[in-house]
């Protein structure tokens, strides 16, 4: 992949860190890319890497060797038109500031009055919370408060969203409700999506490509190519001979099997 359609190059991406018996290798010649508008999910283990790779692709963390590129620039600091979602939502958002106020936060400083609560409503109108802009984060549940912070990062109208594990603490239902939430964002902006999972069913039913990191230190031991249909359904997709022989090779992959 070349050219403007690429928005992240990784190249033989390795992370060291230190470590009380010296340094430790966590992410090993980790190589990808991601194209403008799709959706990558990377699926691991605890303990692969996967929160160490976010943290490389948000420029939180500088990689000890191997290069990443945004936009074909060399990723230095964090990047223009990125954001990151977290995934301890719990403590994302301010406790004394109502949902419209926690989902302005990103746009504060650099948009007017008007412009901002025409951004924030949008937000989240997309995350279906139109109606508790002026509730506070204790009145919320937990799928409340995780598109509260989904929809902050909206309301930037950033090129691309970098989300770690964003469903992982909720209960079953909600997750797949929020699901169909960022897939129903994804469909309405475009928006470049590279999420963190340990889930590989969600990581298949929102992907265009899979990255699958496997071991201590991570590599990437298979990447693939969901090619399923959109828009998805809970059911018909995930009830589909495509995603069920995809689960079986990203299966395979994770549990370690040489085939
Ligand atoms: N700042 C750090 N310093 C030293 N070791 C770290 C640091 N951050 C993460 N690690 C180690 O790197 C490994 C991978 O961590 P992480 O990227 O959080 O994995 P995952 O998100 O897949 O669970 C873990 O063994 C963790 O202890
Ligand atoms: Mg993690």
Redesign the pocket.
Known sequence: MAGPLTVYRVESVGVR???ADGP?E?LRDVTFAVATGEIVGIV?R????????LRVLGGLHSPTCGSVSIFGRPVTRPPDGVVMVFQDYGNALLPWRTVARNTALGIERNVGRAARRAKVDRALQMVGLSDRSSDYPEQLSGGMAQRVQIARALAVEPAVLLMDEPFGALDALTKSALQDVLLNVHQQTGTTIVF?THDLDEAIYLSDRVVVLNG?PGVVVLTIETELPRPRDQFDTRESARYLEVRHLLGRALRGDDD
Do not use: D, H, Q
């Not at 605890?46 to 790779?53: D, E």
């Open positions: 860190m230190p470590s430790r966590i691991g605890s303990g692969a890497g996967k929160t160490t790779l963190i201590e």
